[in-house]
């Protein structure tokens, strides 16, 4: 809880702004302050809904990441969304990320972070309801002013990635922290984000935490889907997906030793492109919509806008872990534009990789062909690699340590779309790797599967 002694200073604070304001004077430490956005969620579930802010009708075009903000917005990307709030304040050469958003017009969801009960946080220990309490009031009391804040993700997840996620004590400390935020910021929405939903779930929400302006819902396979199933398990406010992209690991065709297989670079693209497009299509235009039912979407936010370990090191990566956007850049870019960007990535045409989803003996050498084609014609290098199989698999986007790579696997030739891989000798799970690059600031990157049998 907060201390009653706080409220008794800020409304001295308030009532002095107003005296002062009245008389003419200013108060330096005010006149200082960045002149903060206001947004508002403007229709009904009847009508639909819309977001404005600063009196202008704002689609979020988003991802979720915190890096290469101008590249985003070269790309049609208007919006991103941090997980916490620190890393809405990270200062690189100089500036908060907050800053360097608004320096590019690109609006910032700030998340704040609540504690998962899988990860030890109890939401019957007063003690730690109260620090946590304490660091969401405290991050909206520093950054609530800032211009680029958009509106305030609150936790990500809580509920628990798996499950029915109906848990009263959790849905019920979210509404006591999202009335905490509206008492200190009045001039952002509320969301909170959940992994996927189910009757059980939307119940509750409804139920335990009515003062949630705003449902985030990451969703993967089904993320096309994700308005229709609001609608049919009695949702009635405004959504956004928060997460979304290609099928999630546990999604997938395995192989017979449990390996997912990774959609190709051209799939993901085809994959990102189409769900963008559908989400897209239950948000409000500018001019009056002739939607068959009424909007109630408020954008998205592709995942993930950089590059992480989760079954592989590409998995959800829209950017290389050396800063290339990828063509799931490109077909996200599109959907939100209708144009593509000046320089588009790579595209994989044909492979013929024997190996792929396949037994084989250690030591044996195997014939390796992918063809990619750059659509400006510039000239494309190929870095191969041989990686075992995740061994650290994770729950909820938890981290995951990226697994080793084999040296001495892979013999080139003058062709480098054509190589030689020598199978490892120790028997295990592996993938190939390639990894092709422009030059020009775009790439892409494949990999297959298979097993060396003892």
Known sequence: ?????????????????????????????????????????????????????????FVIHGVGGTSHIALLASCGGNCIRTWDAASAERVTDGKSLLDLAHEQG???TVGLWLGHERHGFRYDDPAQVDRQRKDVEEAVQRLRNHPAVLMWGLG?????????????????????????????DPNHPVMTVVANVNPAKIAAIQKHAPKIDILGVNAYAGASGIGGALRQHGWHKPYCVTEYGLPGPWEVPQTDWKAPIEPSSREKAAMYNAATAAILADTAPRKPWAQASPPWCLGSFAFLWGHKQEATSTWFGMLLPSGEKTLVVDAVAEAW???????????????????????????????????????????LSYEWDVVKESTDRKEGGDAEARPDSVPDCVTLSDDPGNVTVTLPTAPGAYRLFVTVRDGKGSGCSDNWPFFVSP
């Open 156 to 184: 990500n997840e809580m509920e628990g990635p798996t499950g029915a996620g109906d848990s009263a004590a959790v849905w019920r400390e979210v509404n006591h922290l999202a009335g905490l935020i509206k008492e200190t």
């Open 337 to 379: 534009t209708g144009d593509w960007p000046a320089n588009r990535a790579p595209v994989l045409k044909s492979h013929d990789v024997p190996l792929a989803g396949q037994r084989r003996l250690g030591g044996e050498t195997v014939a390796v062909v992918v063809r990619y084609k750059d659509p400006e014609g510039d000239t």
């Open 1 to 57: 809880m907060r201390n009653s002694s706080d409220h008794t200073i800020a409304g001295m604070a308030v009532h002095l702004a107003m005296a002062l304001a009245c008389s003419g004077v200013v108060d330096p430490a005010l006149a200082d302050s960045p002149r903060g956005s206001t947004v508002q969620i403007e229709g009904s579930a009847a009508t639909g809904f819309r977001l404005i802010r600063n009196g202008e009708p």
């Open 106 to 108: 690109v609006a910032v």
